[in-house]
């Protein structure tokens, strides 16, 4: 159902929910599986949602097409001036701000410290709230790091994003930043704006800076 609101086609969640019926599992133990030591009848486990650990599908199939549709997401309303892209790349072909494997995902924002690479954090980190949200996983800011490169510029100085007070990415409430299925940010021209996608008041939860 999460996946349909998000517009995915009939036979793409048929297929992805189908990957939950019928899942067997055994337990590895120093003296075999446990369908070898019980036999298949109390030695044999049904996976009740998802693919059972280590499970050689797993990875290959059902983390990649989950991905795939947090990736569109990040690639499609996630994307702004702070997005790293590839150098000459103007159209984003080579569009390489978002990395996934399993599940831990890397998001690259490029540029020198101004509000573009902030701004292009707190909207990435909207993005997979809203997806989470749609998926009935719970946002963890806990275990969401942001980490600053800094690069020397021309005049032999570092910038970082830890400038300016220790900026830190926000989280805000889902229902004010895409209000009315709509993203609403706030203008990057405003006071506020610079440094941030939203208003303060509506910031529910921040993310650590290493």
Same mark, same amino acid.
């Given at each position: 159902?999460?996946?349909?609101?998000?517009?995915?086609?009939?036979?793409?969640?048929?297929?992805?929910?189908?990957?939950?019926?019928?899942?067997?599992?055994?337990?590895?133990?120093?003296?075999?599986?446990?369908?070898?030591?019980?036999?298949?009848?109390?030695?044999?486990?049904?996976?009740?949602?998802?693919? $059972?650990? %280590?499970?050689? @599908? !797993?990875?290959?199939?059902?983390?990649?097409?989950?991905?795939? =549709?947090?990736?569109?997401?990040?690639?499609?309303?996630?994307?702004?001036?702070?997005?790293?892209?590839?150098?000459?790349?103007?159209?984003?072909?080579?569009?390489?701000?978002?990395?996934?494997?399993?599940?831990?995902?890397?998001?690259?924002?490029?540029?020198?410290?101004?509000?573009?690479?902030?701004?292009?954090?707190?909207?990435?980190?909207?993005?997979?709230?809203?997806?989470?949200?749609?998926?009935?996983?719970?946002?963890?800011?806990?275990?969401?790091?942001?980490?600053?490169?800094?690069?020397?510029? $021309?005049? %032999?100085?570092? @910038? !970082?994003?830890?400038?300016?007070?220790?900026?830190?990415?926000? =989280?805000?409430?889902?229902?004010?930043?895409?209000?009315?299925?709509?993203?609403?940010?706030?203008?990057?021209?405003?006071?506020?704006?610079?440094?941030?996608?939203?208003?303060?008041?509506?910031?529910?939860?921040?993310?650590?800076?290493?």
């Amino acid at each position: 159902m999460a996946f349909s609101r998000l517009g995915l086609p009939d036979e793409f969640c048929e297929l992805f929910s189908s990957m939950d019926e019928g899942n067997k599992t055994v337990v590895l133990t120093a003296y075999g599986t446990s369908s070898d030591i019980l036999g298949d009848t109390d030695g044999t486990f049904e996976c009740l949602r998802g693919y $059972a650990q %280590g499970c050689t @599908t !797993s990875a290959a199939i059902g983390w990649t097409s989950f991905y795939d =549709i947090f990736l569109s997401m990040q690639n499609e309303i996630g994307v702004d001036g702070g997005s790293f892209r590839v150098v000459d790349d103007t159209n984003g072909e080579c569009d390489r701000s978002n990395l996934a494997f399993a599940d831990d995902m890397i998001h690259q924002l490029g540029g020198a410290c101004t509000s573009s690479p902030r701004r292009s954090a707190e909207l990435k980190l909207a993005v997979a709230a809203l997806f989470f949200d749609f998926t009935g996983i719970k946002f963890n800011p806990e275990k969401t790091l942001c980490c600053a490169i800094e690069f020397p510029e $021309a005049s %032999g100085t570092y @910038t !970082s994003t830890k400038e300016d007070g220790d900026w830190r990415p926000q =989280i805000y409430d889902l229902d004010v930043i895409f209000s009315g299925g709509e993203l609403c940010l706030l203008s990057s021209s405003s006071t506020e704006g610079r440094d941030h996608i939203g208003e303060f008041q509506h910031c529910t939860d921040f993310v650590k800076m290493e």
